[in-house]
Each structure stands twice: as structure tokens, then as C-alpha cells.
């Protein structure tokens, strides 16, 4: 069994934490935000919208700072 090289073990696990948690971060906000119908206002906003918008940009930022790490 031949050993992948170490650049590219890292590289593809860096692309691949990458895809997965992106594509998680974004089921996790349509999930939230979408399907409990937290994204849109009615005619004011109410509480759940601001908890899903500081939730949202909460969490945008965290990712953005893990990808950051992560390929830094």
C-alpha cells in the first residue's frame, strides 16, 4: 500500500473540512432561519428574528475565523 505524500494528506483534508463545515454552517442557518420562518419579517420584526440573525452573523464569523486558522 503505497503512503500519500504528506502536502497532499493536508491539502485534501484541509479541502474537505472546508467543504463539510461550510455545508453544514449553511444547513444549519436554512434549518434555523428558513424552515422555522425566522429569515423573513412579517410586518415587524420579533424575537426570533433577531435570535436567528445574531445566531447567523455569530456563526459567520466563527467559521470565517476557522477557515482562516485552518489555512493560515
Do not use: H, Q
Not at 54 to 70: E, I, M, N, Q, T
Amino acid at each position: 500500500m503505497s503512503e500519500m505524500e504528506k502536502d497532499a494528506r493536508d491539502l485534501l483534508y484541509k479541502t474537505l473540512m472546508t467543504l463539510s463545515i461550510g455545508a453544514l454552517w449553511m444547513l444549519l442557518n436554512m434549518t434555523i432561519g428558513i424552515y422555522a420562518g425566522w429569515f423573513f419579517f412579517e410586518n415587524s420584526p420579533k424575537l426570533g428574528n433577531y435570535i436567528c440573525y445574531v445566531f447567523f452573523l455569530g456563526s459567520l464569523a466563527w467559521v470565517l475565523r476557522y477557515f482562516y486558522k485552518l489555512w493560515k
